[in-house]
């Protein structure tokens, strides 16, 4: 009988504090020489959105790789979330500081990650440095307003439907009210046609107008091209939209530092948030942070 190995596997949600709420994700550790077939193959064993195999790295503290079912993605917010807490909970990671630092490699680039240690709750918040916003391609209001079954009166006139990244690109399209995000019901194959030789990776629509008194924005976020029609809660979509933000005027800026809380998945009954950090103003916005807590829902091992 051939040997197994053993990997540690855990089950968190991330952008949350309630179990069952937020994104979740699975995470396996100790990752080093598994091969691609073999991540996919995981993967789609899971049937999560996204798994994230953690490993060594020559470049920075961790490595990660991010697999959907489908294939393989660069980066990816909520997963990054959710294996930073896996490993705080398995003692590979130490939060003695106030503030502590790591370093991420991804395929896309290393990133900068912070943990803020929360000694009232002991539920960390980790906090990852976006690039800069760009401001990309603009589009036809209408054609998005029928993709998504409202009407032009929905739509804020005075903005553009935008492509903005801080990472991964996402098209912003800001609405008036929540009933906005009440009424929609997406034409999926418009939606998908609408993306095809688009610059944008999914769709963001949100509204100011907020369920909890201690959110600034609300969110549904729709990747139908990724095989996720409705995301719960979008890290990258949020670092995004918070460039949008502040270009537009859709918030005051604080010196030096912007902090908004974007509420997220009440839609498909995960609620989460993600609480996101932009430094500098409308004519020039120097740095995003994108951050989170996530909870820990199941270990266990893998046999390989």
Known sequence: ???????????????????????????????????????????????????????????????????????????????????????????????????????????????????????????????????????????????????????????????????VSTGTPHLMIPVSTQRALDNISPDWKRLVELGQDADYVSVQVFTHDVRDVTSDFQVRHFAPRLGVNEDPVSGSGAGAMAGYILKYGLMDPSVPVTSIVVEQGHYVGRPGNVFVEVTGDRENISQVRVGGTAVLILRGTLFL
């Open 1 to 163: 009988m051939r040997r197994q190995r053993e990997l540690k596997i855990m089950h968190v949600d991330a952008f949350t504090d309630i179990p069952f709420g937020g994104n979740p994700a699975t995470v396996v550790l100790g990752a080093n020489h598994i091969s691609k077939e073999n991540l996919l193959k995981i993967s789609r064993e899971f049937n999560v959105r996204e798994t994230v195999f953690v490993s060594s790295s020559n470049r920075a503290d961790f490595k990660f790789r991010y697999m959907t079912p489908n294939g393989e993605l660069g980066f990816s917010g909520h997963p990054t979330i959710a294996a930073f807490h896996a490993l705080i909970q398995e003692g590979l990671v130490e939060v003695v500081q106030d503030v502590n630092m790591c370093t991420l490699e991804t395929s896309t680039g290393v990133l900068d990650v912070e943990i803020v240690r929360n000694d009232t709750t002991g539920n960390h918040e980790v906090q990852i440095l976006h690039s800069t916003p760009s401001f990309m391609e603009a589009y036809d209001p209408k054609d998005y307003a029928e993709a998504l079954g409202l009407t032009l009166a929905d739509f804020s006139t005075i903005n553009p439907i935008q492509t």
